[in-house]
Structure formats: C-alpha cells, structure tokens
C-alpha cells in the first residue's frame, strides 16, 4: 500500500497546527507556515483530523479521510465573528469540487472553499448549479453514496433533479 502525503493549505503563518488521528495526537507545529504536510502511515487508520489555531480567528477544524481527499483549504473566520465552519460544510465543498457537474458549472472559480457560507447558503449555490446542469442518476447516486462513507448522509439529494434537501 501507497504510503500518502496529507496536507493542509492557505493558513495564517505563524499558526500552531495539531493533527490528530482517533483521538491520539501525532504533531504538533507551533509557529508554522503554509503548506503544512504530513507522511501517512498505511497501517493506521484513514482518517486525520487537522486543528489550525491562528491569532485572531477562530480554531479551524477538518478532518481528511486519505482514501478520499489529500488536501484541505484554511478557512479563517474572524475570532469575533459569530459565524462557524462545521466539518459537514467542508465535506460538502469537497464533494461538489471533485464533482465534474460543479465543475462545470464553477469553471475554475474555487473561491467557494475560502468563504464562510453557512451550509444553509452553500446548498442553495449547489442546487441553482445542478438545476442548469441536469445531473445524470449516477452521480447523484455517487454523491449519496460519498455523504454516507463520510458520515454525512443526512444531507439527502432529490433522486430526480440532485438538489440537496
């Protein structure tokens, strides 16, 4: 088995990143600087878990299951910003950027992933995309099928037209 490298981008310098994986921390880098890259063991478990803390904006969480995603993106919300990013929100912009549909509809506009949407906002962009697009049955049934593997197979599709419910 392939030994990959996981990385987190886009981070303030001088931010501490932890990464964890199962509750046990692996590293810690105190002072770091963007890329931050790790070397993964093919033995352990899939699925790591990064905590960005940089001063002056809120701790940021995300979790990366290696069979599926190597890179995660930074989103800095302001320390006295009400608003949050949940991982589901993440995974959800993971999902539609590797959805050729999105893609077609985003071009290469990958600004999404750096914008503090709610979920709530982000589903109403996805379902205008994929209502000009047409999305075929199977990557509706692919993006199902991805939401339950990742733990987020509350967000449902509409099997007709692949609007997020």
């Given amino acids: 088995m ?3 490298t ?3 981008i886009n981070f303030p310098t001088g931010a501490t990143v932890a990464l964890s994986q199962a509750g046990k921390t692996l590293d810690v880098l105190n002072n770091a600087t963007s890329p931050y890259t790790y070397l993964t063991d ?3 478990d899939a699925v790591y878990q990064f905590v960005v803390s940089a001063s002056g ?3 940021f969480v995300t979790t990366l299951d290696i069979s599926q995603i ?3 993106s930074y989103v800095g919300i302001p320390a006295n910003n009400e608003q949050t990013i949940d991982g589901t929100y993440i995974d959800f912009y993971e999902l539609m950027a590797a959805d050729a549909a999105f893609l077609r509809i985003v071009g290469t506009d990958i600004s999404l992933n750096r914008q503090g949407w709610s979920l709530a ?3 109403s962009e996805w379902n205008t995309a994929v209502v000009a697009d047409g999305p075929l049955a199977a990557e509706i049934s692919a993006w199902s099928g991805y939401l339950v593997t990742t733990g987020y197979s509350f967000i449902s599709f509409n099997a007709t037209t ?3 419910a």
Avoid: C, R, T
């Fill in 70 to 72: 190597l890179i995660a």
């Fill in 121 to 123: 906002s982000y589903k």
């Fill in 57 to 59: 904006f809120q701790d």
């Fill in 162 to 164: 692949g609007e997020v």
């Fill in 2 to 4: 392939s030994q990959p």
């Fill in 6 to 8: 996981i990385s987190i």
């Fill in 42 to 44: 093919p033995s352990e």
